[in-house]
């Protein structure tokens, strides 16, 4: 069974960071994909940033590609997300997610089948 636990999301104020991470129990294999997703109340969940744990090849929505970076640590088996220069868009519900493999899709919710429970991402202006 695998379990993924977010944390580190939070409110700050526009133009501050926050740094979320996803722990991950019972992947077996290292050969898989770790992605971010978000929700904000009213709309689709959408694809932030996604990493192949094997190579490193990370991916980025247009809207945050400069601003956040996804990174990992396959001792811990966990995967972060760095977020730099926070807008109030931003503000949403932040979801890690996994699957075996690669996704071949990286930034589609369809891809994964394992999901965090959410952390909350509040950016005041």
């Known amino acids: 069974q695998v379990h993924l636990v977010e944390s580190g999301g939070g409110s700050v104020q526009a133009g501050g960071s926050l740094k979320l991470s996803c722990a991950a129990s019972g992947f077996t294999d290292s050969r898989n994909s770790r992605a971010w997703f978000r929700q904000a109340p009213g709309k689709e969940r959408e694809g932030v940033a996604a990493i192949y744990t094997d190579t490193g090849t990370s991916y980025y929505a247009a809207s945050v590609k400069g601003r956040f970076t996804i990174s990992q640590d396959n001792a811990k088996n966990t995967v972060y997300l760095q977020m730099n220069s926070l807008k109030p868009d931003d503000t949403a519900m932040y979801f890690c997610?996994?699957?075996?493999?690669?996704?071949?899709?990286?930034?589609?919710?369809?891809?994964?089948?394992?999901w965090g429970q959410g952390t909350q991402v509040t950016v005041s202006s």
């Open positions: 997610a996994a699957r075996r493999l690669v996704a071949p899709s990286a930034l589609s919710a369809d891809e994964y089948n394992y």
